[in-house]
């Protein structure tokens, strides 16, 4: 994914892309403000706008003095619109009263769309040609008037008369057109600056921070590219039809709305505003909807197209740095969760945030997170992802391969019927206490073989609890240590009919306590976040009943924060041996390094 450079070379780009716009001798042809229909002119279009789609753009900018900014907001606004709703455009009216709040909100000063000619092409336009020139034509026809009055010349100085007149009424409107022209061009120079001020020239800083401050080392451009990578329709079209996810957020807002109600609540990197609108349909009293991305101008069309702009207040910047209107709020919700739930490391401003806003007593939802690592045995996953450089059409590219010292994790959906160990806990995070420098963490492990197999990889995932009360935020040990799977001591994994029963929910959610959760694990219905697999250099043949016995190691890279580097040290253990002592060199540990980019 492309990212915007702020280099000087950059701004230097960004230049050139703004003299392309205004150089082009043909104008691009522009788009009709609610279908997909092109003109030439801006003043053919908006003719159409008004005939066909009923809102007459030039008499409501005539009407409500709309200035040259709130008209680049007017077209970016609706076009904004359109992309959040296809049916947009179909609607019956469109109207504005003067008193929307996208008027004054240099937001929908960027261009809604890339190029739009339109916007550069409304100094074309000119409200009050009519008044103009029935205001220079009167001054003519008072001039020769005045002129028949006064002179009782010939026919020959009549008619020279007559044309002196008409030539300076002409003059006197070419004037006033090149002061127009000049007052629009100063305004376009004008919003060329401020669109780069605010859009092309706010630099991360990040990286003049203390480095020590709670362990987070901020790297120039990485958070640039971060935030820029939320701000495309794809993803979050993905993160919200991941139904798991989504709806896990809005049974636990909707089912415990007496929680919401009239209560402050905060959401951090919110996205599209779902959580936000979630929270406030919960009856919330205000909602903080914090995003840096540019996906939050989208946010706030969607806020106000479902009339919630009363409750919720949309706030562009990183929480570390901005200030909120209000000293504590009551609740911070926040989807922060990335691939083995700490890559990207956003849990780590979910935490500045609840340091710096959560009232005491305050709850954060989720409000507490788990890592588990199990094992699978998948020969064709093996062929696929790491033998498959091994043959190409009758070529090898062993170069292609893994490395064997630091090795690519790899984030894929893992079969249930590919699980073929028990599943053991190596993080617990309780969201109310955890500080980021705790987030990267080294834990013991001991696993199960449940079937005879060939283990193949480790495969990570990651659940999360919802709780009412901080308190208690999340179940207890013996529910969390209980197995992936019903039944799982009474058959094998991935049996057609004597197999496992996966669950869609973690296990260990408690109705009567209304403490919820859900599962990313391969027992589950898969999500976007999927399993984090780490493919051993030398598969384990083991035996049911045999034991894995190892620790894992995951902490923040030291060059980007945002990706993690793990260690995986472990030894087979024979079913019967784990408590006999091994003669010397007979358990051979092996440690192996993975990169999760």
């Known amino acids: ?88 455009g179909s609607m019956s009216s469109f109207s504005i009263d003067g008193s929307e709040a996208f008027l004054n909100d240099d937001g929908f000063l960027k261009p809604a769309i890339p190029d739009d000619s339109l916007l550069y092409a409304l100094d074309e336009l000119d409200l009050d040609d009519d008044e103009h020139v029935s205001e220079a034509s009167s001054h003519a026809d008072n001039t020769i008037a005045a002129t028949k009055g006064a002179e009782t010349t010939t026919a020959k100085d009549e008619k ?15 004037g006033m057109r090149e002061r127009e022209i000049k007052f629009i061009a100063e305004q376009f120079d004008d919003y060329k600056a401020l669109v780069k001020r605010q859009f092309f020239d706010s630099v991360d800083t990040a990286s ?134 700490l890559f990207e490391a956003m849990l780590d401003s979910v935490l500045v945030a609840r340091d710096r806003y959560l009232a005491p007593g305050g709850l954060l939802a989720p409000s507490a997170s788990y890592i588990y690592l ?79 197999a060939t283990i193949h990889a480790f495969a990570g995932y990651f659940d999360v609890a919802f709780s009412r009360n901080q308190a208690t935020p999340g179940p207890s040990r013996e529910d969390l240590n209980r197995p992936a799977y019903e039944n799982a ?34 027992h589950g219905i898969p999500t976007h976040w999927r399993q984090t697999i780490f493919v051993l250099r030398d598969p384990i043949k083991a035996a049911k009943g045999d034991e894995v016995h190892g620790q894992i190691s995951c902490k923040k890279n030291a060059e980007n924060p945002r990706e993690l580097d793990l260690e995986i040290t472990y030894s087979h253990i024979p079913l019967g041996t784990s408590n006999q002592p091994s003669p010397a060199g007979e358990t051979v540990k092996i440690c192996e390094r993975y990169q999760l980019r």
Request: contains cysteine; charged residues 25%.
């Open 1 to 88: 994914m492309s990212t915007i450079s702020y280099s000087e070379s950059g701004l230097d780009s960004q230049d050139e892309r703004w003299d392309d716009w205004e150089g082009d001798e043909m104008m691009a042809p522009m788009k009709c403000l609610f279908c997909s229909e092109t003109f030439q002119n801006p003043t053919t279009l908006f003719s159409h706008v008004k005939t066909t789609h009923g809102f007459d753009f030039m008499k409501t900018r005539s009407e409500l003095g709309l200035d040259f900014y709130q008209s680049m907001r007017v077209v970016n606004y609706i076009r904004m619109m359109g992309l959040s709703d296809p049916k947009f």
């Open 160 to 174: 020279e008369s007559k044309l002196m007149a008409r030539i300076q009424a002409l003059e006197q409107q070419v």
């Open 208 to 341: 003049d921070t203390n480095s020590d401050a709670e362990g987070i080392k901020a790297v120039a451009g990485t958070s640039d590219y971060y935030f820029n990578s939320y701000a495309s329709n794809d993803i979050h079209m993905q993160m919200l039809q991941d139904k798991v996810r989504t709806e896990g957020y809005r049974d636990f807002i909707y089912d415990n709305k007496d929680v919401f109600k009239d209560k402050v609540v905060l959401d951090v990197g919110c996205g599209t505003g779902i959580l936000s609108m979630f929270a406030a349909r919960a009856g919330a009293a205000k909602v903080f909807a914090v995003d840096n991305s540019e996906i939050i101008h989208k946010a706030q069309a969607n806020v106000i197209e479902n009339k919630l702009d009363g409750v919720i207040t949309l706030v562009k910047g990183k929480i570390e740095e901005l200030e909120l209107p209000v000293e504590k709020v009551d609740i911070i919700i926040s989807e922060w969760m990335g691939y083995f739930l």
């Open 374 to 452: 199990t094992a699978i045995s998948d020969e064709d996953y093996l062929n696929d992802k790491v033998n498959y450089w091994s043959n190409v059409y009758g070529f090898q590219m062993s170069a292609m391969k893994p490395s064997v010292t630091i090795k690519e994790a790899d984030v894929d959906v893992v079969s249930s019927a590919s699980v073929v160990a028990s599943r053991a806990l190596v993080a617990e995070i309780d969201h109310g206490s955890a500080t980021p420098a705790t987030l990267d963490f080294t834990s013991p492990f001991v696993l199960t073989a449940t079937s005879n």
């Open 489 to 522: 001591d009474d058959c094998s994994p991935g049996g057609p009919a004597i197999g496992p029963k996966p669950t869609a929910k973690a296990l260990w959610k408690q109705p009567e306590s209304s403490m919820g959760g859900f599962t990313t694990g391969p």
